[in-house]
């Protein structure tokens, strides 16, 4: 999934239950070594780019919510 962002694009992945910030723009890359997350509550954020990406649900099982702003 490929999200837009201040500095330019975001890229996603959602896959075997985890969710992780393959390649973005910002020049720390922090994103990015945040790693994979899996429970709810997890957060990855990048804020160069104005990015979070968190994990709704009541449990593992429940689907994902991406928001952007």
Request: glycine share 10%; net charge neutral; charged share 25%.
């Amino acid at each position: 999934m490929v999200i837009p962002g201040e500095l330019g694009p975001t890229i996603l992945h959602v896959a075997a239950g985890e969710a992780w910030v393959a390649a973005a723009s910002c020049p720390g890359k922090i994103c990015m070594r945040m790693g994979k997350i899996h429970r709810q509550g997890d957060v990855v954020a990048c804020l160069p780019n104005r990015l979070l990406l968190r994990i709704r649900g009541e449990d593992r099982e429940a689907a994902y919510d991406f928001i952007t702003e």
